[in-house]
């Protein structure tokens, strides 16, 4: 059974940092052909912060996440992390993480076939 499962989340305060960290079983991340990142605030949509791809390690990110968090893999812990720095209010949020099997770009959900069931991220004012 595939599962992703988060961890890192946490109540910062703005300006502060935190490291979110995505573990993959019944599946290596290798097998999958990008991963990402996508938040959700209360009463908004899916939204993307960030991918990696798993061959050649080409990122993208969302543009107002973009600068301030960085996404990486390591292929020997079968992890991801997504490092988010000067955070702000506005990034307050559940985190997911999600893989796509196919696809080598994508910032919408429907690319995605896999998925976390999130961490929390609160940034205090």
């Known amino acids: 059974q595939v599962q992703l499962v988060e961890s890192g989340g946490g109540l910062v305060q703005a300006g502060g940092s935190l490291r979110l960290s995505c573990a993959a079983s019944?599946?290596?991340?290798?097998?999958?052909?990008?991963v990402g990142w996508f938040r959700q605030a209360p009463g908004k949509e899916r939204e993307f912060a960030a991918a990696?791809?798993?061959?050649?390690?080409?990122?993208f990110y969302g543009d107002s996440v973009k600068g301030r968090f960085a996404i990486s893999r390591d292929n020997v812990k079968n992890m991801v992390y997504l490092q988010m720095n000067s955070l702000k209010p506005e990034d307050t949020a559940v985190y997911y993480c999600?893989?796509?099997?196919?696809?080598?770009?994508?910032?919408?959900?429907?690319?995605?076939?896999?998925w976390g069931r999130g961490t929390q991220v609160t940034v205090s004012s």
């Open positions: 999600a893989a796509s099997l196919t696809a080598s770009w994508g910032t919408e959900p429907r690319y995605y076939d896999y």
């Open positions: 990696i791809r798993w061959s050649g390690s080409s990122a």
């Open positions: 019944g599946r290596t991340f290798s097998s999958y052909n990008m």
